[in-house]
């Protein structure tokens, strides 16, 4: 496995949760890490990207305000820190990989982790 997410759980809305990535040496030479989530009966999300440096992120608009996404390229890292949780951010959060340009389409994405439910109650 190369990219393996943690940190998912049931939260009550309001609530925040910190979501971790941890990624294969290989994948982390790839510019762009991101995070996706998916919730059922509905297609794959985007929630937020970041560049190699740190220096570029892009937001969701469902969760801007209220996500950061960051990455510790010494530990080979990624995050997503959610704040202000909503049952509509109830979801399996996918963390993502690609090379070159940041971008938002799941499509670009070539290399996935299995997922961390993340549930939000009301």
């Known amino acids: 496995v190369q990219l393996v997410e943690s940190g998912g759980g049931l939260v009550q809305a309001g609530g925040s949760l910190r979501l971790s990535c941890a990624a294969s040496?290989?994948?982390?030479?790839?510019?762009?890490l991101a995070w996706f989530r998916q919730a059922p009966g509905k297609e794959r999300e985007f929630v937020a990207a970041?560049?190699?440096?740190?220096?570029?992120?892009r937001y969701g608009d469902p969760v801007k305000g209220r996500f950061t996404i960051s990455r510790d390229n010494a530990k080979k890292m990624a995050y997503l820190q959610m704040t202000s949780l909503t049952p509509e951010d109830t979801a399996v959060y996918y963390c993502?990989?690609?090379?070159?340009?940041?971008?938002?389409?799941?499509?670009?994405?070539?290399?996935w982790g299995q997922g961390t439910q993340v549930t939000v109650s009301s």
């Open positions: 040496t290989r994948l982390f030479t790839m510019n762009i």
């Open positions: 970041i560049t190699s440096s740190g220096a570029n992120t």
């Open positions: 993502a990989a690609k090379r070159d340009s940041i971008a938002s389409n799941p499509a670009d994405f070539s290399s």
